[in-house]
């Protein structure tokens, strides 16, 4: 994740709210999926089960009211009857509805394994209808299966062999599964098929439409949400990031951030603002203690210069100059202890009070010959006093001629 983390904060931002609306886009999907799919399921339901039962209803109804016409009239047959009006009923619809029974006359009308487990399932009385979604052939089908149980009325053809009329007894011999049936016994289904394809047509329809909005929806808010966050958060930050990085190349503290409502980015950008103010105020302090200081170095009628611990020369006044027989620019950085003839002595001190703590002619003055350029030999009075910066002790000597020590 190191390259995400040297992303700019708005490109993080851009990735975790997508990433985030993409995750909620998908969920809202999966269940509007499931609750189409829900819905269609249970409209299938409901009309196969109102389909069926209106077949069954017409069945039972020509069963109790047909006397003798079907012998001149086939088509009042009440099965025949029934099965003509479920074709009505399913014209032009993508429901195919048939009545099955274990004991089939028609080779052609036979069950098919569903509905032979389903009739024999019936047959044993624990459900009454039953419907799914079932793998048969190349493409799953949505099936719905509603029992048939013989009525009194029923019985009058499908009875005792002796009792069915004449043109029953025609068509189907003694013997025949056709008679013997009892009075609440499962003598077939309805079954209704439609398949899954078609059913979730109008689902998939509905779920495109849904999702196209919402993705819309979603877009917008991202949008939306990317140009406030960037306008309320975003900019400001780089704002405060942009001036630090200039007051960190110029070392110029004169910059400031436009005010900002006291949230916490008003907060940030006015802590930015005090603080420059307080550096811009030490700062400008600092310069002028500096040129003070530069100045009492300068009226001093000492040679005043300031060292490191190995000896380095850092800081010196014109006196200094005159008495090391060398212009600033060429005594910065020389070590001093070349200049002064016990140099290693005053070396020695100097560490030994770095060590202890103590002595090291720190806080003392001491007599000293101190050799220029030029040869010149000056007798000196040096009074060493020690301070920090950074960490770093520096060394500052007071080195006063003793009259008539040059030589």
Not at 42 to 51: P, Y
Not at 159 to 182: C, L
Not at 330 to 340: Q, T
């Amino acid at each position: 994740m190191s390259w995400f983390a040297s992303l700019k904060i708005g490109t993080k931002f851009n990735i975790m709210l997508s990433a985030i609306l993409v995750a909620l886009f998908l969920t809202a999907a999966f269940f509007v999926y499931q609750r189409e799919r829900s819905l269609i399921n249970r409209l299938a339901v409901d009309n196969a089960r109102s389909i069926a039962r209106q077949i069954i209803e017409t069945r039972d109804y020509m069963s109790s009211v047909v006397k003798g016409e079907p012998e001149h009239n086939y088509n009042l047959v009440p099965q025949v009857v029934a099965t003509n009006v479920a074709k009505r009923l399913t014209k032009d619809s993508k429901y195919y509805v048939r009545q099955v029974s274990l004991r089939y006359r028609n080779p052609d009308n036979r069950p098919d394994p569903f509905e032979t487990e389903q009739l024999k399932i019936f047959a044993k009385g624990k459900v009454a209808e039953t419907y799914g979604v079932v793998q048969t052939g190349k493409e799953p089908l949505f099936r719905y299966m509603l029992v048939m149980r013989a009525e009194k009325s029923c019985l009058e053809c499908h009875g005792r062999f002796e009792d069915a009329p004449a043109f029953v007894r025609a068509r189907f011999p003694r013997g025949h599964f056709s008679y013997n049936y009892k009075i609440g016994e499962v003598i077939g289904a309805v079954s209704v098929s439609i398949p899954l394809a078609d059913l979730y047509h109008e689902a998939g329809t509905n779920l495109k439409l849904d999702l196209t909005y919402r993705g819309l929806t979603f877009c917008l808010i991202l949008l939306l949400m990317a140009f406030l966050m960037r306008r309320t958060i975003i900019d400001p930050i780089r704002q405060v990031s942009d001036s630090i990085t200039r007051v960190t190349a110029t070392g110029a503290f004169g910059d400031r951030i436009p005010p900002r409502p006291r949230d916490e980015i008003g907060d940030l950008v006015a802590a930015f603002n005090e603080m420059m103010e307080e550096l811009d105020r030490k700062t400008r302090q600092q310069a002028e203690s500096e040129d003070r200081y530069r100045n009492v170095l300068e009226m001093a009628q000492s040679a005043i210069v300031t060292f490191l611990a190995d000896g380095k020369l850092v800081i010196i006044n014109r006196k200094a100059e005159e008495l090391f027989g060398l212009p600033k620019g060429e005594l910065l950085g020389a070590s001093i202890y070349g200049f002064i003839e016990d140099g290693e002595k005053v070396r020695d001190g100097i560490e030994e009070h770095l060590r202890s703590g103590a002595g090291g002619m720190v806080g003392e003055t001491t007599r000293h010959a101190v050799r220029g350029v030029r040869g010149t030999v000056t007798e000196v009075e040096m009074a060493l006093s020690l301070s920090r910066s950074d960490h770093n002790p520096l060394f500052t000597a007071i080195l006063r001629e003793v009259n008539g020590g040059r030589h």
